[in-house]
């Protein structure tokens, strides 16, 4: 429009206004879009409310019961409203923290390495190699557990087994992470530690993995959520057990996708019933773990 | 304490590039030299070549000598990390280390070094404080943290803690172009203080500010883009400033210059 008005006379345009009011076309442009944008998250959010809504109403009445978190499925026949699920719990959580206790050493290493130090070939085979590693299926990361460890190497069966196909799954997750999160420290600080005489390893120690803490540990807990809920590497690599076993290197030891598949096989009501608990359960341990990561991340934050 | 620094046919290279070419020139203890010049004469390469931070870009390195008091830092048997304590330097954007509380942030160097004494640490952090001016304003809050500090506030931590580690020589990579007048003035008057102790070597866009702090200007060149980067002259900045030898030099600085 005219915009050279003001220039000899800026307190009266002489043409009229220069901006003037939305057009209606861009106004029901607007509207469409809108709505659209809306539409497509409300629909994205029905099978999150249905799923939570279904999982609750029939998982809500096995989860109140003191027994579900205190005993274990010793002794209880299936058609029984009896016996709890602790065993389970200990089996997924033990096995996720096994997993967890050397996928994140060597999967912020790697990604200290591909940060900091990689260079040419090594490197950019690594980067490549965690790329695929991410999309391998967990049957495969399960098969090729029992196939190395257990046929090959004369392993046990055992919760052991399932960590380590955990760490396969885990791994790429962490080191991917990390890797973003060292990204983002800004090189200038790398540098302002050099330049005060602190060598190399100890910079990324005492001043990158710091400033990266928080974004790190909350891809940690992240990927922690995600194994927990990996359901082939159980049914491959360890017995189910109706009670409980602390020992996650022999024995068979049950977790709760393995309940819940084995309870498939039980036409009983109560089978039905503890299917429903453990899947409730399973989701609110996941949830505490998100809440544990976004606490974890507001409390390490650096405060400006 | 300072010492002196002189380079010897210094040429600089990124890879096959090449940046500056035959750098001769010398710095005498306790004074302040400022390199001037034009956006990518490199003038901040030759900065960065004086405590080696110049080889941390993959691909980069130096040929001749750049000596301290007569020992070529580039000498294979000298450590990098070794060279940067006796040659601190300050960045252009002000970057303390954001986990720290202003007191690490301080004595950073020193405890990343192994002193644990913690007295020790104390009298470091207050003696630093107080000899980059920062001291008044910080002395009730050392324990929050560095970033919350303002721009000129900061930069004056980040000297603080480039002088804890107690360098003989002290490089500044334009060290108030991210600062308005007052914090730039409070960084002028540190440098004349700092002068006293130490050996100033500062990268400058500002012309009046070579001409205030310093006691020699270098001028660096670009005869054409591609071309290395060229030491075109370097005198007492009252010279340069007023009866400069070179015509570049005096184009540049009276503003006839591109």
Known sequence: MSTATGLDSPDRPAHGPTFQALSTGRKIKDKAATVLVTLAFLIALVPLVWVLVTVVGRGIGAIISADWWGRSLNGVLPESYAGGVYHAIYGTIIQALLAAVIAVPVGIAAAVYLVEYGRGRLAKTTSFMVDILAGVPSIVAALFVFAAFISIMGGVQSAFMV??????????????????????????????????????????????????????????????????????????????SQSINFDPFSGNMASLPLLMFSELSNPEPAGQFRIWGAALTLILIIMILQLGASVVSRFSAISK | ??????????????????????????????????????????????????????????????????????????????????????????????????????????????????????????????????????????????????????????????????????PDVLLMDEPCSALDPISTLAIE??????????????????????????????????????????????????KIFSNPTEQATEDYISGRFG
């Open chain 2, 189 to 238: 008057d540190l440098i004349a203080d700092l002068k006293k102790e130490y050996t100033i070597v500062i990268v400058t866009h500002n012309m009046q500010q070579a001409a205030r702090v310093s006691d020699q200007t270098a001028f660096f060149n670009l005869e054409a883009t591609g071309k290395p980067g060229k030491l075109v002259e370097i005198d007492d900045t009252e």
């Open chain 1, 163 to 240: 960590s380590l196909a955990l760490v396969l799954l885990m791994l790429p997750v962490v080191i991917r992470n990390t890797e973003e999160m060292l990204r983002l420290v800004p090189d200038e600080l790398r540098e302002a530690s050099y330049a005060l005489g602190i060598p190399k390893w100890k910079t990324i120690l005492r001043i990158v993995l710091p400033t990266a803490l928080s974004g790190t540990v909350t891809g940690v807990m992240l990927a922690l959520a995600r194994v927990m809920g990996e359901t082939a590497p159980v049914l491959v690599l360890v017995g189910y």
């Open chain 2, 1 to 166: 304490m300072a010492k002196r620094l002189d380079l010897k046919d210094v040429d600089i290279y990124y890879g096959d590039f090449h940046a500056v070419a035959g750098v001769n020139l010398s710095v005498a203890p306790r004074s302040v030299t400022s390199f001037i010049g034009p956006s990518g004469c490199g003038k901040s390469t030759v900065l960065r070549t004086l405590n080696r931070m110049h080889e941390e870009i993959p691909g980069a390195r130096v040929e001749g000598e750049v000596l301290l008091d007569g020992e070529d830092i580039y000498n294979r048997s000298s450590d990098a990390v070794a060279v940067r304590k006796t040659i601190g330097m300050v960045f252009q954007r002000p970057n303390p280390f954001p986990t720290m509380s202003i007191r690490d942030n301080v004595v950073a160097g020193l405890k990343l070094s192994g002193v644990r004494d913690k007295k020790k640490l104390d009298e470091v952090c207050e003696a630093s404080l107080r000899g980059a001016n920062l001291w008044k304003e910080v002395s009730g809050r050392l324990d929050k943290p560095g970033g919350g500090l303002s721009g000129g506030q900061q930069q004056r931590l980040c000297i603080a803690r480039a002088i804890a580690v107690a």
